[in-house]
């Protein structure tokens, strides 16, 4: 008899915590999306040809629309019973690092050089090597969520991880521009694709 209310309790005491943390992350998520749309304003306003390059532009829309994914998956941490520090500290520490991808997109105004080409290939090896950690810490951000959501997104889940994970390492070890020309174009179609095709939905 006095176990509903208990598991009603519980079940509203875990909505809270969750509301809580989603919150937080929100909060690193806005910065992210703010830094973004602040520096691509700034180049509209000062237009300037050295300021634009259109891999590094194809970049920073790539990460803008990972941010949005980001904050619309996580709604899926509702599939899960527990949310522990340990899960906290590790969905924090995944939106830090994606919002120090757009710090390495966009550095401080005052940062040289200024010619987004230069600045594109002299900080890559910093920005893919986050990039390719993002997508580790996504794999383990999928198990969080339960065994049986792994398997359920399948196997064109781990081929996109892989591949970007792959393709960053490359990435860092080249500054040929004809294979970060690929590697965006072929990014973000995949990223598009997926999120449109298995993330259409919050069912579930």
């Not at 300021?51 to 619309?72: C, M, S, T």
């Not at 081929?159 to 990014?187: D, K, M, P, Q």
């Amino acid at each position: 008899m006095d176990s509903a209310p208990a598991l009603d309790a519980g079940a509203a005491t875990y909505v809270a915590l969750y509301t809580h943390i989603r919150v937080i992350l929100g909060i690193v998520v806005g910065l992210g999306l703010t830094h973004l749309l602040r520096n691509l304003a700034r180049i509209v306003e000062e237009p300037r040809d050295d300021r634009v390059y259109w891999i590094h532009l194809g970049w920073v829309a790539f990460v803008l629309l990972y941010l949005l994914q980001f904050w619309w998956w996580e709604f899926r941490f509702t599939k899960t019973g527990e949310i522990g520090l340990g899960t906290y500290l590790y969905l924090i520490t995944y939106a830090l690092l994606l919002y120090l991808l757009c710090a390495f997109l966009f550095p401080e105004k005052s940062s040289a050089p200024k010619n987004y080409t230069e600045l594109f290939y002299l900080r890559r090896k910093w920005f893919f090597a986050v990039l390719a950690l993002v997508f580790v810490i996504d794999f383990g951000d999928t198990l969080l969520k339960g065994g049986q959501y792994l398997i359920a997104l399948g196997s064109l889940y781990v081929c996109r991880n892989l591949f970007f994970f792959t393709g960053s390492l490359i990435a860092i070890a080249t500054r040929n521009r004809v294979y970060h020309g690929v590697f965006l174009v072929t990014g973000v179609v995949f990223q598009i694709f997926y999120f449109f095709f298995e993330y259409g939905s919050l069912e579930i």
